[in-house]
């Protein structure tokens, strides 16, 4: 089995390498960082973790490490910190943090008699933007909070608390700027802020199970959000900071695809299917 890396433009050849990167099987998970140095993935084979520098001449994983858990089906960078990932399967997440000399994998234990509930039947995990945070949705609507405070390694993360966010199973967790996207068995995209209180939602799709959301790739030194949130006519007369985010793309379990401008005033108003 090999690697192939495709330029999202135009869909050119961007570079083919890592040929025969497992002996039997493929991959169970794949993940890229945000600045595209590196790229992670956990076989199907074996459940090995294995990380590459990309961007190096040397197609020698940097750490190979196989895992004693379940098999892993998600697998995300921090996009804060392109040295911190997160996978998770139905019942374990698992935390990653390497520098130059070593790999650090940490499985946390989940507690469910402190919380006098079940934990578990996971579907995806986000790092909670501008903290030491991270979030796994679950099949019951609540998010499980994971936090390293004061540890050195990041990766030592614990339990800190349960949080119930919605009725609906928890499908997508992914990040935004520093919003907290979540999307869920009906259908709905929701964002929350960093205090996990829900700023926007969008729900008229009529397409079913949400099974992915990907953004749009903007530079934030231009001025389109701006033009954006002028473009956006005032929904209270209390101030508040106008809600506005990049286009997004969402797919379901139907096989639909769901475009969403920008500039959309409404939940789904003016979404295109696919």
């Known amino acids: 089995m090999a690697l192939t890396i495709w330029f999202r433009s135009?869909?050119?050849l961007l570079a083919h390498l890592l040929e025969n990167i497992f002996d039997v099987g493929?991959?169970?998970s794949l993940a890229i960082s945000n600045d595209a140095r590196y790229i992670a993935m956990i076989s199907s084979s074996n459940n090995e973790f294995i990380i590459w520098d990309w961007t190096s001449e040397d197609d020698t994983a940097l750490f190979r490490k196989e895992l004693d858990a379940n098999p892993q089906t998600f697998l995300a960078f921090n996009p804060e910190n392109s040295c911190e990932l997160v996978s998770n399967s139905l019942h374990e997440v698992i935390f990653y943090y390497f520098d130059d000399e070593e790999l650090t994998v940490h499985m946390p234990d989940l507690p469910e008699k402190d919380f006098n509930r079940s934990i578990g039947n996971f579907s995806?995990?986000?790092?909670?933007?501008g903290s030491s945070e991270a979030l796994t949705g679950s099949k019951?609507?609540?998010v499980c909070v994971f936090d390293s405070e004061g540890?050195?390694?990041?990766?030592?993360k614990f339990v800190l608390k349960l949080v119930k966010l919605i009725d609906e199973p928890i499908t997508v967790m992914t990040n935004f700027?520093?919003?907290?996207?979540?999307?869920s068995k009906d259908g709905v995209v929701r964002f929350y802020d960093s205090q996990l209180c829900v700023k926007n939602w969008y729900g008229t799709f009529d397409s079913g199970c949400?099974?992915?959301?990907?953004?749009?790739v903007r530079d934030k030194n231009n001025e389109m959000l701006d033009g954006i949130v002028k473009g956006i006519p005032a929904q209270a007369t209390l101030s508040a900071e106008p809600f506005a985010v990049a286009d997004f793309t969402i797919s379901t379990e139907q096989s639909i695809v769901c475009h969403v401008p920008a500039q959309t005033k409404q939940s789904g108003e003016t979404s295109s299917r696919a």
């Open 10 to 12: 135009g869909m050119q």
């Open 140 to 142: 019951d609507g609540s």
């Open 26 to 28: 493929g991959v169970m």
């Open 210 to 216: 949400v099974e992915s959301i990907s953004f749009a």
């Open 151 to 156: 540890k050195e390694n990041p990766a030592h």
């Open 124 to 129: 995806q995990t986000a790092f909670k933007p």
């Open 177 to 183: 700027d520093e919003l907290v996207v979540v999307g």
